[in-house]
């Protein structure tokens, strides 16, 4: 993951130092001493700092579970299912790595979808349209290049798009470049296990740090629209999580700030 600990700097890392006073607090309480109540985590840099710097590998560790746990329970279907699977549902390494394979297509799918299904919503027309033949293309850089167009275009136009605060436009070159490492093992020829194992090694970082860059992921809601039940009230199929059941819900129009799509 992409943080990184500087320990002559405090304020380096501002997730580091929330969690080393969330771990004090939930062990100790608050701090005080005789009414001074500093933040636990400025007293370990300032006093420990060895202690301080050896205590980030625990912190990303868990900062990186956390992250799949969210994944796993509220990402959007297409990217939990297969991105569980590669975790806890692989028989090999080679199958292991299609898994990983079919998680990076699915996040690249699903902004893709996300970032048309706002611009289609909201009927906004690009100045140099795209061409039909590339928003229904299976290529995933034309797909990532169309997404980078519409958040360009909105940010030069002043449009406030909703998935651009899913998907803010430096990660895209951070997924185009992920996207390169991605077409070696996609496009060359069946690979051991020994070889799956070395390309899960070089790209699982990078995949994790995309998931990291994209929590805001976790806010979108891909339904597909069964009924009205009332005139605020829709039911809808939800595709958030891993799980394969049916989850069926009344969802009152208006009431979340997350960001929706129908699913076709």
Not at 2 to 9: E, H, I
Not at 55 to 64: G, H, I, L, S, V
Not at 157 to 176: D, Y
Request: proline share 4%; with cysteine.
């Amino acid at each position: 993951m992409k943080l990184r600990l500087d320990p002559t700097n405090f304020d380096a890392c501002p997730q580091y130092n929330d969690w080393v006073d969330s771990q004090h607090g939930q062990q100790h309480g608050e701090l005080d001493i005789l009414g001074f109540r500093p933040r636990p985590s400025i007293v370990l840099f300032r006093m420990s700092p060895d202690t301080y710097e050896a205590a980030f590998a625990d912190f990303m560790e868990q900062r990186e579970e956390d992250l799949k746990q969210l994944v796993y329970k509220e990402f959007p279907s297409p990217i939990a299912h297969y991105f569980y699977r590669f975790e806890n549902g692989y028989e090999n390494e080679l199958q292991r790595l299609h898994l990983l394979r079919d998680t990076w297509e699915s996040i690249v799918d699903v902004i893709h979808a996300t970032a048309v299904a706002e611009c289609r919503f909201r009927n906004i027309t690009l100045a140099t349209p795209i061409k039909f033949s590339d928003w229904l293309s299976d290529s995933v850089a034309q797909r990532l290049l169309n997404v980078e167009r519409i958040l360009q275009y909105a940010a030069a136009n002043g449009i406030e798009l909703s998935v651009a605060k899913v998907v803010p436009l430096p990660v895209i070159q951070s997924i185009r470049e992920l996207n390169q490492s991605r077409n070696g093992f996609s496009h060359s020829a069946a690979q051991s296990e020994a070889q799956a194992r070395d390309w899960i090694g070089d790209c699982y970082p990078d995949v994790i740090d995309v998931l990291d860059d994209l929590r805001s992921l976790a806010d979108v809601q891909v339904l597909r629209y069964l009924g009205q039940t009332e005139a605020s009230t829709i039911r809808c199929e939800v595709f958030n999580g891993h799980g394969l059941t049916r989850t069926i819900r009344n969802i009152l129009t208006g009431s979340s700030n997350s960001l929706r799509f129908q699913a076709a």
